[in-house]
């Protein structure tokens, strides 16, 4: 039968307040990272990336940290918008392709 | 501006029937990727090509197909497609090989598959 996917994690956030988006990822010898922002209706898109040499990035009004120890990453939106609503995917690279997590529903409350 | 673009946004289809997914990209990447999207699953790599001919397994191919005639051009088949094989499909397309390039994916918006 048709496959049922499982209930996607969801975060809901006061307009103004900083977002924290978290993800676990898998393979230790992955090297490089990146987030992507996926908007109804839309394909994901690319936020900001960071390399396994790296344990900080920022970009504007975004900031990414990497913790290789625990094998975390983290995606921190400062002064959250209603434009910032959407599902927010991490991925990694490892040999030859890139693996996406599950993804996390971003909610902005006005 | 760069663009990937698939043929359909929404597709219905019974099961048995063959299924033809085209995705076209107008940046001359060597990389193009096909993604199958389901809620709570994040996205799961189907097949890429990184060069015309050329076709790798990702991690869910049983039931699909490829095909990458032209650099530009890459298409996903379901030879006879199933219910479980509803879901959003998505092509992605880099230039990133060999160290050099850009790591960045850039996707289509999707094409919603429903198996009747």
């Known amino acids: 039968g048709e496959s049922v996917g499982l209930h996607l994690p969801t975060l809901s956030v006061q307009e103004g307040d900083n977002s924290i988006i978290n993800c676990a990822y898998s393979?230790?010898?992955?090297?490089?990272f990146i987030w992507y922002k996926q908007e109804s209706g839309k394909g994901p898109q690319f936020i900001i990336d960071?390399?396994?040499?790296?344990d900080k990035r920022q970009g504007q009004r975004v900031t990414v940290l990497l913790n290789k120890t625990v094998k975390h990453l983290s995606l921190q939106i400062a002064a959250t918008q209603p434009g910032d609503s959407a599902v927010y995917f991490c991925?990694?690279?490892?040999?030859?392709?890139?693996?996406f997590g599950t993804g996390t529903k971003l909610q902005v409350i006005p | 501006d760069v663009k990937v673009t698939q043929s359909s946004r929404y597709l219905v289809k019974r099961t048995g029937e063959k299924v033809f997914l085209e995705c076209v990209q107008d940046?001359?990447?060597?990389?193009m990727f096909w993604y199958r999207q389901d809620p709570g699953l994040g996205l799961r790599l189907i097949y890429f090509?990184?060069?015309?001919?050329?076709?790798e397994k990702g991690d869910i191919p049983e039931g699909y197909s490829v095909s990458r005639e032209k650099k530009e051009r890459f298409s996903l088949i379901l030879e006879s497609a199933s219910t479980n094989q509803t879901s959003m499909y998505l092509c992605?397309?880099?230039?990133?090989?060999?160290?050099?390039?850009?790591?960045?994916?850039?996707f289509g918006s999707g094409t919603q598959l429903s198996v009747l």
């Open positions: 992605a397309s880099s230039s990133y090989q060999n160290g050099v390039g850009n790591e960045k994916l850039f």
């Open positions: 393979n230790s010898a992955s090297d490089y």
């Open positions: 960071i390399r396994s040499n790296m």
């Open positions: 991925a990694e690279r490892g040999y030859q392709k890139v693996t």
């Open positions: 940046m001359d990447h060597e990389n």
């Open positions: 090509s990184y060069d015309v001919k050329m076709k």
